[in-house]
């Protein structure tokens, strides 16, 4: 079934049309069979190349520093867990030897691996990926080394 946010194959007929948007109320089927037609018969538009992030160097050069945060953010990830037993960690790394970053996998009250989380510690500071745009763009920062105004002018060509 078509909806409203899917884009059309270019070169669809009415009836590649009609069989997409299946059985619809009449209002809701001729907008869905106008939009489907009117896509189809436009070229589709290449999206915009990214720009390229200025990145920062996310190490430093002490490997002793580097291996105190990863331990103390480890330890501070256990510790916000339901099981910390059961964690499973990949994808770890210290950044500016400052930020433990990686993803992280437990089991729940109910006994079930919840499935693999992205996580950032900054002072035994633990922030989980709740999926809100402030971690994603904290993560860019924090765990990529990515500038902040590199960031926010690449959110805003994509706006």
Same mark, same amino acid.
């Given at each position: 079934?078509?909806?409203?946010?899917?884009?059309?194959?270019?070169?669809?007929?009415?009836?590649?049309?009609?069989?997409?948007?299946?059985?619809?109320?009449?209002?809701?089927?001729?907008?869905?069979?106008?939009?489907?037609?009117?896509?189809?018969?436009?070229?589709?538009?290449?999206?915009?190349?990214?720009?390229?992030?200025?990145?920062?160097?996310?190490?430093?050069?002490?490997?002793?520093?580097?291996?105190?945060?990863?331990?103390?953010?480890?330890?501070?990830?256990?510790?916000?867990?339901?099981?910390?037993?059961?964690?499973?960690?990949?994808? =770890?790394?210290?950044? =500016?030897? =400052?930020?433990?970053?990686?993803?992280?996998?437990?089991?729940?009250?109910?006994?079930?691996?919840?499935?693999?989380?992205?996580?950032?510690?900054?002072?035994?500071?633990?922030? =989980?990926?709740?999926?809100?745009?402030?971690?994603?763009?904290?993560?860019?920062?924090?765990?990529?080394?990515?500038?902040?105004?590199?960031?926010?002018?690449?959110?805003?060509?994509?706006?």
């Amino acid at each position: 079934m078509l909806s409203p946010l899917q884009p059309a194959v270019a070169g669809k007929s009415v009836e590649d049309c009609e069989t997409e948007i299946g059985a619809l109320a009449p209002s809701e089927r001729q907008a869905l069979l106008m939009q489907c037609l009117l896509d189809a018969a436009e070229p589709a538009k290449p999206a915009p190349p990214p720009l390229p992030p200025t990145k920062r160097s996310p190490f430093k050069s002490n490997p002793a520093d580097a291996r105190k945060v990863a331990a103390e953010g480890k330890r501070a990830v256990l510790n916000a867990l339901k099981d910390p037993e059961s964690a499973r960690f990949r994808n =770890l790394k210290t950044s =500016l030897d =400052l930020y433990f970053c990686g993803e992280v996998n437990a089991k729940n009250s109910m006994g079930g691996y919840t499935g693999f989380t992205r996580f950032i510690v900054m002072f035994s500071h633990v922030d =989980l990926d709740d999926g809100s745009d402030k971690f994603r763009d904290d993560w860019w920062v924090s765990c990529e080394g990515i500038e902040r105004s590199d960031l926010e002018a690449l959110k805003a060509r994509i706006r």
